[in-house]
Protein backbone atom coordinates (compact mmCIF):
# COMPACT_ATOMS: atom_id res chain seq x y z
CA UNK A 1 0.00 0.00 0.00
CA UNK A 2 1.63 3.49 -1.09
CA UNK A 3 -0.29 6.56 0.75
CA UNK A 4 0.69 9.86 -1.32
CA UNK A 5 0.89 13.72 0.39
CA UNK A 6 -0.20 15.91 -2.12
CA UNK A 7 0.60 19.83 -1.35
CA UNK A 8 -1.84 21.74 -3.78
CA UNK A 9 -0.09 25.28 -5.04
CA UNK A 10 1.64 26.05 -1.35
CA UNK A 11 2.78 29.36 -1.33
CA UNK A 12 5.57 29.45 1.39
CA UNK A 13 8.75 27.02 -0.03
CA UNK A 14 9.01 26.66 4.10
CA UNK A 15 5.92 24.90 4.25
CA UNK A 16 7.14 22.56 2.08
CA UNK A 17 10.22 21.70 3.23
CA UNK A 18 8.83 21.56 6.68
CA UNK A 19 6.21 18.98 5.24
CA UNK A 20 9.03 17.36 3.59
CA UNK A 21 10.62 16.90 7.47
CA UNK A 22 7.48 15.90 8.48
CA UNK A 23 7.18 12.80 6.01
CA UNK A 24 10.50 11.60 6.17
CA UNK A 25 10.46 11.75 10.28
CA UNK A 26 7.42 9.53 10.03
CA UNK A 27 8.65 6.99 7.58
CA UNK A 28 6.84 8.13 4.01
CA UNK A 29 8.38 9.23 1.11
CA UNK A 30 6.07 10.40 -1.75
CA UNK A 31 5.48 13.62 -2.16
CA UNK A 32 3.43 15.32 -4.99
CA UNK A 33 3.30 19.01 -5.60
CA UNK A 34 0.42 20.83 -7.85
CA UNK A 35 1.02 23.87 -9.52
CA UNK A 36 4.01 25.23 -7.49
CA UNK A 37 7.95 25.17 -7.68
CA UNK A 38 7.87 26.47 -4.26
CA UNK A 39 9.84 22.68 -3.39
CA UNK A 40 12.93 23.84 -5.56
CA UNK A 41 13.64 26.97 -4.12
CA UNK A 42 16.71 27.64 -1.08
CA UNK A 43 14.24 28.00 1.32
CA UNK A 44 12.44 24.45 0.85
CA UNK A 45 16.02 22.93 1.18
CA UNK A 46 17.25 24.83 4.59
CA UNK A 47 13.82 23.91 5.94
CA UNK A 48 13.61 20.17 4.94
CA UNK A 49 17.14 19.66 6.40
CA UNK A 50 18.22 16.10 6.53
CA UNK A 51 15.26 15.27 3.91
CA UNK A 52 15.82 17.03 1.37
CA UNK A 53 15.63 13.91 -0.75
CA UNK A 54 11.67 13.86 -0.42
CA UNK A 55 12.15 17.37 -2.32
CA UNK A 56 14.21 15.67 -4.84
CA UNK A 57 11.86 13.31 -5.07
CA UNK A 58 8.53 15.22 -5.33
CA UNK A 59 6.46 14.68 -8.48
CA UNK A 60 4.92 17.88 -10.09
CA UNK A 61 1.62 18.24 -11.83
CA UNK A 62 -0.20 20.92 -13.09
CA UNK A 63 -3.44 19.98 -11.60
CA UNK A 64 -4.91 18.52 -8.99
CA UNK A 65 -7.17 15.94 -11.64
CA UNK A 66 -3.55 14.79 -12.97
CA UNK A 67 -1.89 14.13 -9.53
CA UNK A 68 -4.62 11.75 -8.10
CA UNK A 69 -5.32 10.07 -11.74
CA UNK A 70 -3.31 7.10 -10.74
CA UNK A 71 -4.17 6.80 -6.97
CA UNK A 72 -7.38 4.69 -5.60
CA UNK A 73 -8.89 6.56 -2.82
CA UNK A 74 -8.42 10.74 -2.66
CA UNK A 75 -8.72 11.85 0.99
CA UNK A 76 -8.71 16.06 0.96
CA UNK A 77 -8.10 17.63 4.24
CA UNK A 78 -10.72 20.77 5.11
CA UNK A 79 -10.15 23.67 8.08
CA UNK A 80 -13.87 24.69 7.36
CA UNK A 81 -17.27 22.91 7.29
CA UNK A 82 -17.73 22.09 3.78
CA UNK A 83 -22.00 22.45 2.83
CA UNK A 84 -21.41 20.17 -0.07
CA UNK A 85 -20.43 16.85 2.25
CA UNK A 86 -21.98 15.77 5.83
CA UNK A 87 -18.94 13.69 6.62
CA UNK A 88 -15.25 15.12 7.81
CA UNK A 89 -13.00 12.20 9.22
CA UNK A 90 -10.83 13.08 11.88
CA UNK A 91 -6.89 12.10 11.26
CA UNK A 92 -7.27 9.05 14.05
CA UNK A 93 -10.47 8.16 12.24
CA UNK A 94 -8.68 7.72 9.12
CA UNK A 95 -6.23 4.84 10.38
CA UNK A 96 -9.43 2.09 10.75
CA UNK A 97 -10.51 3.39 7.11
CA UNK A 98 -7.44 3.36 5.47
CA UNK A 99 -6.41 0.08 6.91
CA UNK A 100 -9.03 -2.22 5.65
CA UNK A 101 -8.37 -1.39 2.06
CA UNK A 102 -7.14 -3.89 -0.62
CA UNK A 103 -3.27 -3.76 0.68
CA UNK A 104 -2.32 -2.79 -3.11
CA UNK A 105 -4.05 0.44 -2.87
CA UNK A 106 -2.99 4.04 -3.92
CA UNK A 107 -4.34 6.39 -1.38
CA UNK A 108 -3.85 10.27 -1.45
CA UNK A 109 -3.76 12.93 1.48
CA UNK A 110 -4.59 16.18 0.13
CA UNK A 111 -3.58 19.50 1.74
CA UNK A 112 -4.96 23.03 -0.14
CA UNK A 113 -3.59 26.48 0.00
CA UNK A 114 -1.94 27.89 2.82
CA UNK A 115 -4.33 30.90 2.38
CA UNK A 116 -7.79 29.27 0.59
CA UNK A 117 -7.43 25.72 1.33
CA UNK A 118 -8.95 23.83 -1.62
CA UNK A 119 -12.11 24.76 -3.97
CA UNK A 120 -15.29 23.15 -3.99
CA UNK A 121 -14.17 21.30 -7.37
CA UNK A 122 -11.10 20.22 -5.49
CA UNK A 123 -13.59 19.07 -2.46
CA UNK A 124 -15.49 17.33 -4.97
CA UNK A 125 -13.27 15.09 -6.52
CA UNK A 126 -11.98 13.73 -2.75
CA UNK A 127 -13.27 10.61 -1.89
CA UNK A 128 -13.66 11.29 1.78
CA UNK A 129 -12.77 14.85 3.48
CA UNK A 130 -10.85 14.83 7.00
CA UNK A 131 -10.57 17.93 9.41
CA UNK A 132 -8.50 18.43 12.77
CA UNK A 133 -10.16 19.26 15.47
CA UNK A 134 -9.03 22.86 17.13
CA UNK A 135 -9.78 23.79 20.48
CA UNK A 136 -9.47 27.31 18.64
CA UNK A 137 -11.03 28.33 15.48
CA UNK A 138 -7.87 30.59 15.08
CA UNK A 139 -5.17 30.57 14.52
CA UNK A 140 -5.16 27.39 12.47
CA UNK A 141 -2.41 24.65 12.06
CA UNK A 142 -0.05 25.88 9.33
CA UNK A 143 0.72 23.02 6.24
CA UNK A 144 3.95 21.74 7.76
CA UNK A 145 2.22 21.23 11.25
CA UNK A 146 -0.88 19.39 9.33
CA UNK A 147 1.11 17.01 7.42
CA UNK A 148 2.98 16.03 10.42
CA UNK A 149 0.21 15.38 12.15
CA UNK A 150 -1.58 13.49 9.34
CA UNK A 151 1.66 11.72 9.19
CA UNK A 152 2.10 10.74 12.82
CA UNK A 153 -1.80 9.00 12.73
CA UNK A 154 -0.90 7.15 9.67
CA UNK A 155 2.58 6.16 10.72
CA UNK A 156 0.95 4.17 13.68
CA UNK A 157 -0.40 1.41 11.11
CA UNK A 158 2.96 0.32 9.84
CA UNK A 159 0.99 -0.28 6.09
CA UNK A 160 3.29 -2.75 4.53
CA UNK A 161 3.87 -1.37 0.74
CA UNK A 162 3.78 -3.70 -1.93
CA UNK A 163 7.12 -4.38 -4.12
CA UNK A 164 6.17 -6.39 -6.69
CA UNK A 165 6.77 -3.56 -9.53
CA UNK A 166 2.86 -5.01 -10.69
CA UNK A 167 0.47 -1.53 -11.73
CA UNK A 168 -2.27 -2.21 -8.59
CA UNK A 169 -6.01 -3.09 -9.99
CA UNK A 170 -7.79 0.78 -8.87
CA UNK A 171 -10.58 -1.46 -6.87
CA UNK A 172 -12.41 1.49 -5.32
CA UNK A 173 -12.20 3.93 -8.12
CA UNK A 174 -13.48 1.54 -10.69
CA UNK A 175 -16.50 0.97 -7.87
CA UNK A 176 -17.22 3.92 -8.04
CA UNK A 177 -17.31 4.33 -11.63
CA UNK A 178 -19.69 1.53 -11.63
CA UNK A 179 -21.70 3.03 -9.34
CA UNK A 180 -21.90 6.21 -11.34
CA UNK A 181 -22.96 4.59 -14.51
CA UNK A 182 -25.55 2.50 -12.59
CA UNK A 183 -27.10 5.58 -10.90
CA UNK A 184 -27.96 7.07 -14.18
CA UNK A 185 -29.23 3.74 -15.63
CA UNK A 186 -32.27 4.14 -13.14
CA UNK A 187 -32.77 7.81 -13.18
CA UNK A 188 -30.87 9.41 -10.73
CA UNK A 189 -29.44 12.63 -11.63
CA UNK A 190 -25.68 13.93 -10.57
CA UNK A 191 -27.02 16.59 -8.17
CA UNK A 192 -29.60 14.19 -6.63
CA UNK A 193 -29.44 13.69 -2.71
CA UNK A 194 -28.80 9.93 -3.56
CA UNK A 195 -26.28 10.28 -5.30
CA UNK A 196 -24.17 12.86 -3.33
CA UNK A 197 -24.47 10.14 -0.32
CA UNK A 198 -23.19 7.70 -2.44
CA UNK A 199 -19.95 9.30 -3.59
CA UNK A 200 -19.68 10.58 -0.23
CA UNK A 201 -19.92 7.32 1.60
CA UNK A 202 -18.38 5.12 -0.82
CA UNK A 203 -14.82 5.75 0.35
CA UNK A 204 -15.34 4.00 3.85
CA UNK A 205 -16.38 0.39 2.52
CA UNK A 206 -13.66 -2.06 3.42
CA UNK A 207 -12.00 -4.45 1.41
CA UNK A 208 -14.41 -7.19 1.53
CA UNK A 209 -17.47 -4.91 1.70
CA UNK A 210 -15.54 -3.52 -1.83
CA UNK A 211 -15.62 -7.05 -3.80
CA UNK A 212 -19.17 -7.34 -2.94
CA UNK A 213 -20.35 -4.33 -4.35
CA UNK A 214 -18.52 -5.23 -7.53
CA UNK A 215 -20.52 -8.57 -7.78
CA UNK A 216 -23.96 -6.68 -6.72
CA UNK A 217 -23.42 -4.07 -9.39
CA UNK A 218 -22.56 -6.45 -11.99
CA UNK A 219 -25.37 -8.67 -11.37
CA UNK A 220 -27.68 -5.51 -11.67
CA UNK A 221 -26.31 -4.34 -14.47
CA UNK A 222 -26.87 -7.53 -16.24
CA UNK A 223 -30.24 -8.22 -15.19
CA UNK A 224 -31.06 -4.15 -16.09
CA UNK A 225 -30.12 -4.92 -19.74
CA UNK A 226 -30.82 -8.62 -20.29
CA UNK A 227 -34.18 -9.09 -22.71
CA UNK A 228 -37.11 -10.06 -19.76
CA UNK A 229 -37.27 -13.64 -21.07
CA UNK A 230 -33.68 -14.21 -20.19
CA UNK A 231 -34.85 -13.04 -16.74
CA UNK A 232 -35.63 -16.08 -14.99
CA UNK A 233 -34.60 -15.76 -11.41
CA UNK A 234 -33.32 -13.59 -8.77
CA UNK A 235 -29.21 -12.89 -8.35
CA UNK A 236 -27.20 -15.19 -7.04
CA UNK A 237 -24.35 -14.23 -4.83
CA UNK A 238 -21.56 -16.67 -3.07
CA UNK A 239 -22.05 -17.82 0.30
CA UNK A 240 -19.74 -15.39 2.02
CA UNK A 241 -21.71 -12.33 1.23
CA UNK A 242 -22.35 -9.85 3.73
CA UNK A 243 -25.21 -10.67 6.00
CA UNK A 244 -28.17 -8.26 6.44
CA UNK A 245 -27.59 -5.42 8.42
Given at each position: ??????????????????????????????LRIVNSERHLEDKA??????????????????????????????????????????YAHSPKELAPLISNKPSDSRIGIVFGREDQGLSNEEVASCDLMTSIPLAASYP?????????????????????????GKTPELQLKALKHKLRTL???????????????????IGVLAERD?????????????TLH?????????????NDAPADS
Open positions: MHIYFILVEPVLAENVGAAARALKTMGFQHRWVAHGSREILLHAESYTSLANATADLDLIIGTTAKKRHQRNSLNLGQAVMLYAYELNQLSLPESSDLADIGIANDAKEHRWVEERIGFMHTLINSVQRAPPAAIQKPIQFD
